[in-house]
């Protein structure tokens, strides 16, 4: 199972350092028979992957399936009646959870999206519901999870894509679930995954000693894409000290929110996974497919009004195989095989002009993500040391070239000659 390490800011398991990479699966229990389910999880398993961020009722905005399999027994109005499970559900989960296991993946649940609860902006917004979630039965709900689900150590998502706009949201659902879980089980790994843009948590859940970690999420707008690093930056420095990841970076191929026309291309997804890392979520990172985390049928429809309206997904047979995927993979294998869970943000070291050029080190390296190609420019004599670029789309390699201006105490790299997104690493 995942542990905190104990300088908390990464993860273990079985005693090792590891990376958490996950990939978005939201609409899972709903939507994927258990057929698809094992071919999907032996693919991302093959690539690397060890997390599967799974809602555990129905996604609100998921796309339309010929399956029906429901958490709750279903009102005539559509609406879920809270006071009687449907048992073949969480049984069916079971197995799903099971398959995953025995693969060496992990996943992680969440507990309760944002539409399930009252005066968030998913329950507000005005289309059909599932209904509110009542708070009475919460506690109940998070004993039957955890009694299920707990002996494949999963990592309990509280909450999903949600703000804190009343005490009643925060105390009465999350607090109470964290605590809940926690009862249940001392050892499990919690967190919380909150709105796009969030940039803080209520005082409350920040200070309970029973949240492991934060995840924030730099989201899908093609305006903020910024958040990847401004969020780390303030997360990071966040007391106390937690892990830290970008839980939900735009997805590959996703439509830009709010309809924007253009899409997240591969090369837009491997920046905001490297730019989190370098700028302090080190822990890990989550990718995702559109097509995957709402798992379309492409002769199904898909309301691209629902939520942020995002344009049309692929079909999971497709989204399933984009190429973003292997480079998240890498950038896992890359911090592993490389020990580079130490990073700390050195953006100081910078003297190109823009942000978006992310530059962190440790003792023995210093890793500057490039984005588009420019030359280098860092403060102080690093003219002597052994650089080299790597290019992130064909991973081919480069040694760089530099020089020391002594008046400016500045040394100049060379760009290098790749045409894509690159990373410099300078071996001190």
Request: aromatic share 14%.
């Amino acid at each position: 199972m995942f542990k905190v390490s104990n300088n908390n800011r990464c993860f273990e398991k079985n005693g090792t350092k590891i990376f958490y990479l996950a990939d978005t699966c939201w609409s899972a229990f709903t939507n994927i028979s258990e057929e698809d389910w094992e071919y999907y999880l032996d693919y991302r398993k093959s690539q690397g992957f060890n997390v599967i961020q799974v809602n555990m009722l129905q996604q609100w905005d998921a796309s339309q399936t010929k399956l029906n399999y429901k958490p709750f027994e279903v009102n005539d109005d559509g609406s879920f009646n809270y006071q009687v499970y449907n048992e073949a559900y969480f049984e069916r989960a079971y197995r799903m959870f099971e398959q995953a296991s025995q693969k060496g993946l992990t996943i992680a649940l969440v507990l309760l999206w944002s539409n399930y609860l009252p005066d968030t902006w998913a329950s507000q917004m005005p289309l059909k519901q599932f209904g509110i979630f009542p708070k009475d039965k919460v506690a109940d709900y998070v004993d039957k999870v955890v009694e299920l689900y707990d002996k494949f150590d999963p990592i309990y998502i509280i909450s999903g894509d949600t703000d804190f706009q009343t005490e009643e949201v925060v105390n009465d659902y999350y607090n109470l679930a964290l605590n809940r879980v926690k009862q249940k089980n001392p050892n499990a790994l919690t967190a919380l995954h909150i709105r796009g843009r969030e940039a803080d948590l209520p005082k409350t859940l920040k200070e309970n000693p029973n949240l492991d970690f934060y995840m924030y999420q730099s989201g899908h707008n093609s305006e903020f894409q910024t958040m990847t690093y401004k969020l780390a930056e303030t997360f990071y420095n966040m007391t106390p000290k937690r892990p830290l990841l970008n839980s939900e970076p735009c997805y590959e191929m996703m439509g830009y929110s709010r309809r924007v026309y253009g899409r997240f291309s591969r090369e837009d997804v491997r920046k905001a996974a490297w730019q989190s890392v370098l700028s302090g979520a080190g822990s890990g990172v989550t990718y995702g497919a559109h097509g995957i985390w709402s798992w379309h049928n492409g002769q199904l429809a898909f309301d691209s009004s629902v939520g942020e309206a995002f344009e049309s997904p692929y079909d999971w047979h497709d989204a399933l195989h984009f190429k973003g995927a292997w480079d998240y993979a890498f950038l896992k294998d890359f911090i592993e095989r490389n020990d580079l869970f130490d990073l700390e943000p050195t953006q100081y070291l910078l003297e190109n002009d823009t942000e978006d050029i992310r530059v962190s080190k440790n003792k023995d390296v210093i890793l500057i993500y490039i984005p588009s190609n420019i030359n280098i420019k860092l403060s102080g004599n690093l003219s002597d040391k052994k650089m080299t670029y790597l290019d992130l789309e064909n991973k081919e390699r480069m040694e760089a070239a530099a020089h020391y201006l002594a008046q400016k105490n500045q040394t100049q790299i060379q760009m290098h000659r790749f045409v894509k997104d690159a990373l410099l690493i300078i071996n001190l």
